[in-house]
């Protein structure tokens, strides 16, 4: 699978988008971009994932670069619930692992 | 949804005793199920995968005699730490793969054990 880089932390107000970044620039032609976050104490929770088009559904929105070499998850309108640690995993479709690599820790401010 | 969920949520034993974790698929047959731990302030860490009427595959590091995994049913795999001692104090997280057209994984609520 391919590596990817996430910021450590980041923060962001309530009510205001959230726009988590994620670069897998070693991202493999099969490998698909999928999220996860965990709130404290609880297990990963599945957000989205994506191959290379643009997808939404009621939680995000996945925005992969035409390149594929990185991909941004938006949060539209982030809740105090949304604070979290977000995981953006490449991974080929089928495949039986899932990597978690160290995350961003997302923190939305009242 | 799938669901899935874990037994108990949380749990003390003292050293030297086995405890055991169980992890059911509520609403589909999971073939896959996996096993995590993550200790405090880290990310997950993938223990081992249970393939159900198999034996378990474990990650490197990952003493197969220490962490007893059994998959014996298509909605039910279990962990049991052996022999427990404080370092293996952590949350224990399952999950399972179910096929909706592709595979996706459905994780549990995890399990925190102590060791005394």
């Known amino acids: 699978d391919a590596k990817t880089t996430q910021p450590p932390s980041m923060d962001c107000a309530e009510g205001r988008a959230a726009n988590l970044p994620c670069n897998h620039s070693?991202?493999?032609?099969?490998?698909?971009v999928y999220w996860y976050r965990q709130i404290h104490s609880q297990g990963p929770q599945y957000i989205i994932h994506g191959l290379k088009n643009n997808e939404t559904n009621e939680m995000a929105s996945l925005i992969i670069t035409e390149d594929r070499k990185s991909s941004t998850l938006i949060l539209p309108h982030a809740t105090l619930r949304d604070t979290a640690v977000y995981y953006c995993?490449?991974?080929?479709?089928?495949?039986?692992?899932?990597?978690f690599g160290q995350g961003t820790r997302l923190t939305i401010n009242p | 949804g799938a669901v899935v969920s874990q037994h108990p949520s949380w749990v003390i034993c003292k050293s030297g005793t086995s405890v055991k974790i169980e992890c059911r698929s509520l609403?589909?047959?999971?073939?896959?199920m996996f096993w995590y731990r993550q200790f405090p302030k880290q990310s997950l860490m993938l223990m081992a995968t249970?393939?159900?009427?198999?034996?378990?595959?474990?990650e490197q590091g990952v003493e197969k005699d220490k962490f007893l995994i059994n998959h014996a049913s298509l909605t039910l795999s279990t962990l049991t730490v052996t022999s427990a001692h404080p370092e293996d104090s952590s949350f224990y997280i399952c999950?399972?793969?179910?096929?909706?057209?592709?595979?996706?994984?459905?994780f549990g609520p995890g399990t925190r054990l102590t060791v005394t």
């Open positions: 609403d589909f047959q999971a073939t896959t």
């Open positions: 995993i490449a991974k080929i479709q089928g495949a039986q692992k899932l990597v």
């Open positions: 070693t991202i493999s032609g099969n490998e698909y």
């Open positions: 249970s393939n159900e009427g198999s034996k378990a595959t474990y």
């Open positions: 999950s399972a793969r179910e096929y909706r057209g592709t595979y996706e994984q459905y």
